[in-house]
């Protein structure tokens, strides 16, 4: 928690017209551990953040993704005024 405190929250971002959605939600499957109806609920996420930590966290995902999909998600910082929205 300290390291989110410090850094910031940031998002693992899939836009759309992205790799295929099965691909995408099976390599997040994989590499979170999630049952099948956790991965059917980041299924209607795509296109938009399917997941949210450190940085060095999304970035990691961002990679298993690219390694399995041939596809790397965006990362990006959450912004403090998206909070308040």
Do not use: H
């Not at 995408?24 to 930590?53: C, E, F, H, M, T």
Request: charged share 20%; with cysteine.
């Amino acid at each position: 928690m300290a390291i989110l405190q410090q850094e910031g929250t940031w998002d693992l971002i899939m836009p759309d017209g992205t790799a295929s959605k099965i691909c995408i939600v099976k390599a997040l499957r994989k590499a979170l551990n999630l049952d099948l109806s956790q991965a059917a609920s980041l299924l209607r996420n795509i296109p938009g953040v399917v997941n949210s930590g450190t940085e060095a966290e999304m970035r990691w995902l961002s990679q298993f993704i690219s390694t399995e999909c041939g596809y790397s998600a965006l990362v990006a910082k959450r912004s403090e005024t998206a909070l308040e929205l």
